[in-house]
């Protein structure tokens, strides 16, 4: 079976082609239309590309999946459960009803099917399409996190703003099935909660929450954090039986003048002004984000335990926009209640387009695999004839080293920074070795100038390591941990972070963060070979097998698709040295 999965509903809209429950293309519209999350569009460049890449024609499509369950508005299951929570919650205010009645609106399945079909018929003329299916939003996310992990039983925990009326859901997985042990419903919603904090800190929510992330790890337990953190408990918390409960008031409910998640009585419960986003960092904002930070994973960990307890299940697979907070991961992986933290690479809702076509081939009795994946390599590639030609066309002297690797691993011991564009091109926000700008991790001076004459970004964004295994059972502190689970994908994506060791701050400072902590790339033989020798290559060379490794893209711009892009960023950056495909490019 051959599904389009098509995801549109805001930030980060995409497109993929699941074919017997394995996704084989997969894009999103930023990257191709250029233009940061491309918020509010619909992914027709993404199908195109997808579509070109599978190498399908409409006549093979079976149907079409779209990862929001519509039949919940049809059936008046959705008004029934605003009528709840406007009495469980006392919610009266105009904008908060008149939020409730847009959404019965907009997302009823024949205004959403219409809307669909309209921008298909623009791109594609008046033929007939597949089926549109609208398959479960947690569902979807579910799928992406167990039926790609190879663990034979987990707990699986989708977390995110809301999908439908759901925030949270709690699944136990085994095999290749799914069985829904809880559900967490609107207008409690964790990610809600931090998508606040950070448009109150400054910041644009679904977009930014990595900054409060990383901004957390500057502060300081002091008595501005202790402040925030008391009332952080008075906004959200764990409420004992598996889920969680709050204050939805202190939210996002009522006025927002300044906002569109973040209300006007979270600012007025904190008692501090809200950042703006020209002011002045100053340190309790670094501390207030810390403590949002603490009280995020502290929730989070009452709730995992509780369902460690109940189920015995020691194993745990994520998803789900909160499952991008990668401090939050790393330290359910280093708890004592748990065995594996898996986290799908494409967590957030970007990644709904992959599970809504498994979701659907899930829910159509397709006999779905769980198998853990290798890689994300998922989008644009380039053979290096097309390299070439792009590179005389932009009359630009290029080289072409016997031993690639071991050139470009030379450069980059001798203090050279490196744009490195290889294979199809990686799904989700990490780079992983294919659109990726690349350094030496012993030397934190080379850090300071990618950040602040390549990537123009904060100065307190970590940066991450790809590391042979080596290097990662050298550098952290679990190391039996770590061993007990490299048969499964934990390490390979950038997904959690690991506490690292004294000799890691020795060895490659500039990977470590402040906070003692690295969110890794687990590099392994036969996945990105050319990845694989150049990390091994450099190790023969300076006797570290790992590397900095950065998105290759500016502030603001979505990582590098083409030949094209990586060039302009190229000169219009400090980096020293360009590789395409078995290209070299030097200024």
């Known amino acids: 079976m051959i599904t389009l999965g098509i995801y549109n509903l805001g930030t980060d809209p995409s497109a993929a082609i699941v074919k017997d429950g394995h996704v084989i293309a997969y894009n999103e519209e930023e990257r191709l239309l250029r233009y940061k999350h491309a918020e509010g569009l619909f992914p027709n460049k993404a199908i195109d590309q997808v579509m070109a890449q599978a190498k399908v024609s409409w006549n093979d499509i079976d149907n079409i999946a779209v990862p929001w369950e519509c039949s919940k508005y049809d059936d008046g299951r959705m008004e029934s459960h605003f009528a709840v929570i406007n009495v469980k919650y006392g919610i009266s205010h105009p904008n908060d009803l008149d939020y409730e009645k847009k959404k019965i609106i907009q997302f009823k399945s024949q205004a959403f099917e219409r809307q669909i079909l309209k921008k298909l018929t623009q791109q594609y003329g008046n033929i007939a399409f597949p089926k549109i299916h609208f398959v479960n939003h947690h569902l979807s996310h579910a799928c992406t996190a167990f039926l790609t992990s190879g663990i034979h039983e987990s707990l699986v925990l989708t977390i995110d703003g809301s999908g439908e009326e759901i925030t949270i859901a709690v699944w ?219 590179l005389i066309k932009c009359k630009l002297d290029f080289e072409k080293p016997t031993d690639l690797e071991l050139h470009v691993a030379s450069e980059l011991s001798k203090g050279k920074i490196v744009g490195w564009f290889q294979s199809g091109m990686e799904a989700g926000q990490r780079a992983l070795g294919a659109r990726s700008i690349l350094a030496d991790p012993r030397n934190t001076e080379l850090r300071d100038k990618v950040n602040s004459v390549i990537k123009y970004r904060q100065p307190w964004r970590p940066f991450c390591p790809s590391m042979l295994e080596e290097a990662v059972l050298k550098y952290f502190v679990k190391t039996e941990k770590i061993k007990s689970n490299l048969q499964y994908p934990l390490f390979n994506f950038m997904t959690l972070t690991l506490k690292a060791n004294d000799q890691a701050k020795i060895d490659i400072p500039a990977i470590v963060h402040i906070d003692n902590t690295s969110r890794i790339q687990l590099v392994k033989p036969g996945v990105n070979s050319r990845y694989f020798k150049l990390l091994t290559e450099f190790k023969n060379i300076t006797g570290v097998g790992a590397l900095l490794n950065t998105s290759f893209n500016i502030k603001g711009e979505p990582i590098v698709c083409t030949p094209t892009d990586a060039i302009r960023t190229f000169f219009a950056t400090g980096l020293d040295i360009l590789v395409l495909g078995n290209c070299v490019v030097k200024k």
């Open 172 to 390: 136990h997985g085994k095999s290749n099935s799914l069985s829904l042990l809880k559900e967490v419903k609107t207008p409690i919603s964790l990610g809600w909660f931090y998508s606040a904090f950070t448009e109150y800190i400054g910041f644009h929510a679904y977009g930014d929450e990595w900054q409060v992330m990383g901004m957390a790890s500057y502060g300081n337990k002091s008595d501005d954090y202790f402040e925030a953190k008391k009332k952080f408990a008075d906004i959200i918390w764990y409420d004992g039986n598996g889920g969680i409960e709050g204050n939805p008031h202190l939210i996002s409910l009522g006025e927002k003048t300044f906002s569109d998640y973040c209300s006007d009585a979270f600012v007025a419960h904190l008692q501090r002004p809200n950042r703006t986003s020209n002011e002045e960092i100053e340190q309790w904002h670094k501390d207030f984000a810390l403590a949002a930070q603490d009280h995020l994973e502290e929730v989070v960990q009452l709730l995992v335990k509780y369902w460690v307890d109940y189920t015995k299940v020691k194993n745990l697979c994520l998803a789900g926009g909160v499952a991008m907070n990668v401090k939050m991961n790393g330290n359910l992986f280093e708890s004592d209640f748990l065995d594996s933290v898996y986290v799908y690479p494409v967590a957030a809702d970007a990644g709904t387009s992959i599970g809504a076509g498994m979701a659907l081939q899930y829910q159509l009795g397709e006999q779905l695999v769980n198998k853990a994946i290798l890689d994300v390599y998922l989008g644009n590639s380039y053979p290096d004839s097309e390299i070439e030609e792009i």
